[in-house]
């Protein structure tokens, strides 16, 4: 999803971040995050009127979440977000409503706010508040960060370009255990399986990793007749083996600190170490399966778990036990290594294997160079709250 790895997400590293299910493309826009002192723009003079809806049941049903009703007023950073930059992602979101939506979504859909006050007034109108906590009421968890990579890549093994991406293999079944890495890399009948569903070869085996990790991303092919195209590899499947950390293998071998454990420092070990590659890939028995699309538009977000793009720093993905696809939430939590205040609304869209539980949201940086060095070093206490129709 972006040039190459600078600094990938040391949560995913070590395994506290998994791949997000599914994505679509995206292009790496700026996210922009209010300096300190910046002044807010004034409130609309006079809201506009809003014509009531039709009534809709109140909160769903939460067996692994408490939703506690509360207030606008108790979202810490409420009136200095620019809330009208919501609107992309939550049209996104109402393309595919739940039930309980339609009314809301349908209005949403019809709806340009004029400035954030106008947004924020919109929202208070339409929705209610819930502090999210766990069944025990910890109403404190964690933010990780995920983003799109980009990744050099051929259409034939040549030079290199010799790690190939696979899209699902033969006999292929949703939820059914297949194949280790292992097991593909050495068994012939497993061997068998993926021969012929190479979408491309890239050069380094870690970089076709970090890919599997992420859950998608985007590849830049130079053509056999030397042209080039950005094409995205989108989420398919996987073998339905366990996640295991390479990041965390090496702390656990002995061989890196656990402050260490980042992608550059991963690779540094591999050049120091190459006869022990193999063993480092074989420590993480999940391969992830892709599909090729076309990417018309760079500026599109990749598909999250809801089916729809994502929006950078508009988009999250959660535990959907937890918190429904397409529900806005509010985010407290704070910037990648710094104390600086991350409040901000964001559309639950898109969810990841290490994504458990109420508190927990991975948010989505976008593309690019930025965006992998944010989502690389995001591992923040975070506060969430669920905007919901009124009943």
Sequence with gaps: MRSRFAVVAQASILGTLAACASYAPHVNAPIESRAPGATVAPPAATP????????????????????????????PGWRDDRTSELWPALRQGCGTPAP??????????????RDDADARHWLEQRLQVFRLESPEGDATGLATGYFEPLVEARRRPGGAFRTPL???PAGFIPHRPMWTRQEIDTLPEAQASVRGREIAWVADPLDALVLQVQGSGRLHIVEPDGGDRVVRLAFAGNNEQPYKSVGRYLVDQGELRLTEASWPTIKDWVRRNPQRLQELLWANPRVVWFREEPLPDAR?????????PLTPGRSIAVDPASVPYGSPVWLDTTEPLSARALQRAVMAQDTGTAIVGPVRADYFWGWGDDAEAQAGRMKQPLRMWVLWPKA
């Design 48 to 75: 506009r009127p809003l014509p009531p809806l039709p009534p809709v049941a109140g909160e769903p049903e939460h067996p692994h979440a408490r939703w506690v009703p509360t207030a606008f007023a108790e979202l």
């Design 300 to 308: 599109v977000g990749p598909r999250g778990g809801q089916g729809v």
């Design 166 to 168: 696979w899209g699902p």
């Design 100 to 113: 309980r939506w339609t009314a809301v979504c349908g209005e949403a859909l019809r709806f340009t706010p």
